[in-house]
């Protein structure tokens, strides 16, 4: 007989945070957990998750991203009698999931126990459910879990030293206002021009005195550029 095929293979696990926005990683992380409980006076199937979890919220102080709900029911196994009744009865498990070094610890623990402390009747009215009993204890411990979160942004990149200031020029030609490059011309006393490089100490050129005035001085070895 031919042998049967063989088994199909598991479907491929799913990330937990997919896709995630550029920049965000999936980290083990700490938290804190506290799970509280309520029986509600209902079945299972008439409870929408969605809205209970939404009013379980605002009564644990569990907002994102520091803090994660989960909410879990379960439905009440009933004796003959009570089935026969019809009064299905549902468990219904929120936990608040913060993370332990984080800003909303404190608020998030005292919530949980104040809900814990409270009767049916005032988490029905803060869960809009028939709520018929409050477990008066709270489940609260450490675990850690995945978290998507962002990763620290980069350090600073090291500042540069200011530019370094070029070295004082001494040369007694470059600190004389006077000084003019070698290529300068000038008037000498017969009234011929000629360049700097050509004059020697002591020829006598036309000059500006500091008054503006104009007259011929004797041309000094510092007077002349290189």
């Known amino acids: 007989s031919p042998s049967p095929p063989p088994p199909s293979p598991p479907p491929p696990s799913q990330p937990p945070f997919s896709p995630l926005p550029d920049g965000i990683v999936v980290e083990e992380v700490s938290v804190i957990k506290f799970t509280v409980v309520v029986t509600i006076a209902a079945d299972v199937n008439d409870i929408d998750v969605t809205e209970l979890q939404a009013s379980f919220r605002p009564a644990q102080q569990c907002f994102m991203p520091e803090c994660k709900l989960t909410v879990t029911l379960h439905p009440v196994e009933q004796p003959a009698a ?65 978290r998507a979160v962002a990763p620290p942004p980069p350090s600073a990149p090291p500042t540069s030293p200011p530019p370094s200031l070029p070295p004082l020029d001494l040369n007694p030609q470059s600190m004389d206002p006077s000084c003019f490059p070698s290529s300068a011309m000038v008037q000498r006393a017969d009234g011929e021009t000629a360049p700097l490089s050509s004059l020697s100490a002591g020829d006598s050129i036309l000059a500006a005195a500091a008054d503006g005035t104009l007259g011929f001085d004797a041309a000094s070895s510092f007077s002349l550029a290189d």
Do not use: C, H, M
């Open 82 to 146: 009570r089935r026969a009744l019809q009064t299905a009865e549902t468990t219904a498990f929120s936990t608040a999931s913060v993370f332990k070094d984080g800003n909303t610890l404190s608020a998030v623990r005292n919530a949980n126990y104040i809900f814990a402390g409270s009767s049916a009747t005032q988490a029905g009215n803060i869960l809009n459910q028939p709520v018929s009993e409050v477990d008066p204890n709270v489940n609260e411990r450490e675990d850690t879990e995945p």
